[in-house]
């Protein structure tokens, strides 16, 4: 960056005129050997600074570029001068650098003046040492010659690799001249003699030195070890027992055999082996006989190498030390390789230094050491890790027991059980005959039972500590108060070896009591009695008996009626809890029927029983409700009657199964439109007339109605007090009377006043019959082909049967004189059932989305922008005059506009009406017929079929 902008401030400076020489000794060449080190002064220059630069420069002498570029050159201050040195980074090289660089000088005084040369440094060429290539290079090389290497008949055993920096031709030579070496001119290093091992030195130290023609040398050491042959075979050394024994024996026989003698249990103790050599000595052989049998026992020691180690080692356990020397290394440690050549499981022998370990858990009870406990290993020593001269021994591992085997029993849980009345004396368990030692040796696998304890303790026994006999020594009474009650003792027995160190093992015993049932359950009561209001509902809980069991722990009693509770219609009305004896009602209770239900229940513990008396005392309560004849009656009265009057001589009649006659109370809840009619005596007694309270008036149009629908409320509570209904039952009876009244038959009128109610039902979709649109839509596509097809054919059959008809406005043939039509008033009731419309969805058919109720699955096409509400019942009063020879109708239901899009209902003055012959009333088919009429016109809106209609 620096740099830059100096070239930048150089080229303004050149540009605008205002280059002055500010360099003074610049441009100039200089010199420069290579290899110069850093800080080598390589050329002076001043600064020529202007005398309007009163502070000097501001911009030192800087070198902005070079050609090549380099970073070995800087520019330093010295005293009133500048120098060009070397940087040492990197060191200038004649043969791989260029032999010359340019560099450009920058300087800048305060006045802005600036000043920029061109210094060329030649680099000059210097003889240089000359240099060892390959390992040489960098470290001492180390040639290995085996011995019996031949003179020059051989290879070469080394070649010298180096070079000049200035190319220029080498000789090598090879210092001391004793050594039996030479050096080629070609840098081969050859030996002059076959070495011996044994006789020659085994090391040679070779200083090997490359000249140039100016006489620069360079130094490196070469070392050629001898390497020994193998042409020995290596033997065992290892002093082993049988040489130890054998000096010894010799010893101890200058002294005579006694003392020998003495040394007997020393000897056992350290080298079992020696049991064979005592038995010997202990026959009364001569002196001279005992002595041969001795060596010869020690020599064929010597081959065998017999050990004798105890079993159970730890992994890693020396058991020999196994030694033995080369003939070719009598003067250095052996470089020897040790083997065993058998298979085992158990040793392991460190190949380098001979050293024999356990490798593996070596257990005398298991198979095969169980039955064979000697282990031959063959160990084999070679000179060679790939083949040479070996020596192979056999060595003989007696592996001895130990007691290191608890007593073990095959499970060490038991558990017994003992009835509480169990006698002292008997025998309950058998220890021995669980309990094994896996060791082998007789004096290690023999143990005892003691230390009996335990909760319960007391009550049990070890019949001797060899035999492990359990016994009971005292019954146990789980009844008695001084027992604690304790159903399971847990008692412990410890299994012992009777060897050191005298493992332990511990044997645990649950002996559970068995209860013996000795008592019969006993009831809290002898007998049970309950009070139980006759309303009761069935399941509930009337009472609860109670039994207990003496013995402990406490028996599970269950409960049962084994006797009576039955009626004739139920086989047992009551129920018991056969776990907590809560006694329930299965069946209704009757007052009136029976007053009092005795039945026995039991108690069982499975083997014992009781039994107890229950008594059910069934209390009366106000629960029949009066009963009248007749419940249902229909009857006419003239329009005239006269008030008082006892309505065609009806006359109620009520009972009550619990309540007096003289308690009922009559009152009509509904349907009394003015109060025309009343019940006298209304209040005490059970039977009672209906009376005319008011007379009709219909000419006033106070009374409408014709028929009267009449219910009666008949209650049983005319003897209670107001305190007394609050909280007593009341019943009430229902009787419906239905009554039309006939007009006067002097009344002028032309026909007797019809009425015709007509209950109207609409069928509202369900989501659920999802399949009622597709089978109606189905079924009124299949309809309206039929019905089109017959409509053709009949088409057809009236244009060639049947006249043409007349033209508008033509006179009929026959007009009947006009007559003045009756009155009659037709009340068409229209209820919608299912009215509450709390769903919508889409017809699966039509597409059109359609209003439902969830319950009762009704349904209504919707109209738009209609939120879900629920549908009031409409009534619809038509009625019809001769005024103007046309009838009229009028319509009261729920004002609710129709949607604009939708047709508009015809009204009764755009709609015809058909006019009854004169001095005759409409036929009652013609409400059918209008019923008929206003199904296809809310069929022609749009709106779902109304159900089928029923008159009453």
């Not at 009509?668 to 009376?691: K, Q």
Request: charged share 20%; with cysteine.
């Amino acid at each position: 960056m620096m740099k830059s902008m100096f070239l930048l401030l150089i080229l303004l400076g050149v540009v605008t005129g205002r280059r002055i020489q500010l360099l003074q000794g610049l441009p100039a060449t200089s010199t420069i050997e290579e290899n110069a080190a850093a800080g080598v002064s390589v050329y002076t220059f001043n600064v020529t600074v202007s005398p309007m630069s009163s502070e000097g420069v501001a911009i030192p002498p800087t070198i902005v570029n070079s050609n090549p570029l380099t970073e070995a050159f800087d520019v330093l201050i010295i005293i009133f001068s500048f120098q060009v040195v070397t940087t040492g980074n990197p060191v200038l090289d004649y043969e791989t650098m260029p032999k010359s660089f340019d560099l450009q000088i920058f300087v800048e005084d305060t006045t802005g003046r600036t000043d920029l040369s061109v210094l060329t440094v030649q680099i000059k060429d210097k003889n240089e040492r000359p240099v060892f290539r390959g390992n040489l290079a960098i470290q001492t090389v180390t040639v290995y010659v085996l011995e019996g290497t031949e003179g020059t008949s051989v290879e070469r055993i080394y070649q010298v690799y180096a070079a000049d920096p200035e190319n220029a031709e080498l000789k090598y030579s090879l210092l001391p001249k004793s050594v039996p070496f030479f050096i080629l001119e070609s840098g081969a290093i050859f030996s002059t003699k076959v070495f011996d091992y044994e006789k020659d030195p085994h090391c040679y130290f070779l200083n090997i030195t490359v000249t140039d023609p100016d006489g620069l040398n360079s130094t490196r050491t070469v070392n050629v070890n001898i390497i020994n042959i193998n042409d020995e075979r290596p033997y065992f050394t290892t002093a082993m027992h049988g040489s130890w024994a054998e000096a010894r024996i010799w010893t101890l026989l200058g002294k005579g055999v006694e003392n020998l003698k003495k040394q007997k249990n020393e000897m056992l103790e350290k080298h079992g082996f020696f049991v064979a050599t005592y038995l010997i000595l202990e026959n009364h052989l001569p002196l001279q006989t005992q002595m041969y049998a001795l060596l010869n026992f020690v020599l064929s020691c010597r081959e065998q190498r017999i050990y004798r180690i105890p079993e159970e080692q730890r992994l890693g356990t020396v058991v020999a030390n196994i030694t033995a020397k080369d003939p070719d290394d009598e003067d250095s440690p052996s470089r020897l390789f040790y083997s065993i050549q058998s298979s085992d499981r158990y040793f392991s022998i460190n190949p380098s230094t001979g050293v024999l370990q356990v490798t593996g858990r070596i257990d005398r009870e298991s198979h095969p050491l169980r039955l064979h406990p000697n282990v031959s290993v063959i160990v084999r020593v070679e000179d060679s890790p790939s083949g040479g001269h070996y020596s192979e021994m056999e060595i003989t591992i007696i592996i001895e027991d130990i007691n290191d085997n608890p007593p073990e029993c095959n499970t060490s849980v038991f558990r017994r059980e003992a009835n509480e009345n169990t006698t002292a004396g008997t025998f309950l368990l058998d220890l021995r005959n669980y309990c094994t030692d896996n060791d082998v040796d007789p004096s290690n696998n023999q143990f005892r039972f003691t230390g009996l304890s335990g909760f319960g303790s007391n009550n049990f026994a070890l019949e001797s500590p060899v035999s492990g006999r359990l016994l009971v020594t005292e019954s146990v009474d789980l009844e008695n108060p001084a027992n604690p009650g304790v159903e399971v003792y847990s008692l412990t027995v410890r299994v012992q070896d009777i060897a050191s160190p005298h493992y332990t093992n511990i044997i645990y015993i649950y002996i559970r009591i068995k209860p013996v049932n000795e008592f019969f359950p006993v009831f809290s009561d002898l007998s049970y009695e309950f009070n139980v209001p006759e309303i009761t509902k069935v399941g509930s809980i009337i009472g609860t008996v109670n039994a207990r069991d003496d013995d402990w722990p406490p028996s599970v009693i269950t409960y049962s009626i084994v006797a009576g509770g039955g009626t004739r219609d139920y086989t047992n009305i009551f129920w018991i809890s056969p776990t907590k004896g809560d006694v329930k009602i299965l069946a209704r209770l009757d007052y009136e029927t029976t007053q009092k239900h005795i039945f026995t229940v039991q108690a069982s513990d499975q083997e014992k029983t009781a039994t107890a008396s229950v008594t059910v005392n069934v209390l009366e309560v106000n629960d029949e409700e009066p009963v009248c004849s007749p419940n249902f009656y229909s009857f006419q009265i003239p329009v005239n009657l006269a008030v008082g009057t006892n309505i065609n001589g009806f006359r109620i009649e009520c009972q009550d199964r619990d309540s007096d006659p003289r308690s009922f109370r009559y009152f009509i809840d509904a349907g009394n439109v003015n109060n025309h009619f009343t019940f006298s005596p209304s209040a005490g007694s059970n039977t009672s007339r209906l009376i005319l309270a008011s007379r009709f008036d219909y000419e006033s149009g106070l009374d409408t109605n014709w028929i009267y629908r009449l219910r009666v409320y008949i209650t049983d509570d005319n003897l209670l007090s107001a305190r007394d209904k609050a909280t007593h039952l009341v019943k009430t009876g229902t009787v419906t009377l239905n009554i039309r009244v006939i007009p006067n038959p002097t009344t002028v009128v032309v026909t007797t006043p019809g009425f015709t109610v007509v209950t109207k039902r609409e069928n509202i979709y369900s989501e659920s019959a999802w399949y009622v649109p597709f089978v109606i839509t189905l079924g009124s596509l299949l309809l309206l082909g039929l019905l089109g097809y017959l409509g053709f054919l009949l088409a057809t059959w009236v244009r060639s049967h049947c006249p043409p008809a007349g033209k508008a406005g033509s006179t009929p043939l026959r007009s009947a004189p006009e007559k003045k039509k009756p009155n009659k008033e037709v009340f068409v009731t229209v209820t919608k059932l299912n009215a509450v419309f709390d769903g919508e969805a889409r017809d699966p058919v039509t597409g059109k989305m359609y209003e439902f109720n969830t319950r009762s699955g009704a349904r209504r096409w919707k109209k738009n922008n209609e939120p879900l509400q629920p549908a009031p019942a409409m009534q619809v009063t038509s009625s019809a005059t001769d005024n103007s020879g046309q009838g009229m109708e009028r319509a009261e239901a729920p004002s609710k506009k129709e949607p604009s899009e939708k047709r508009k209902e015809p009204t009764a003055e755009t709609k015809p009406s058909t006019k009854p012959s004169a001095g005759q009333s409409e036929a009652p088919g013609q409400d059918g017929l209008r019923l008929q009429k206003q199904k296809e016109e809310s069929e022609h809106r749009g709106l779902p079929s109304p159900a089928p209609q029923g008159r009453y």
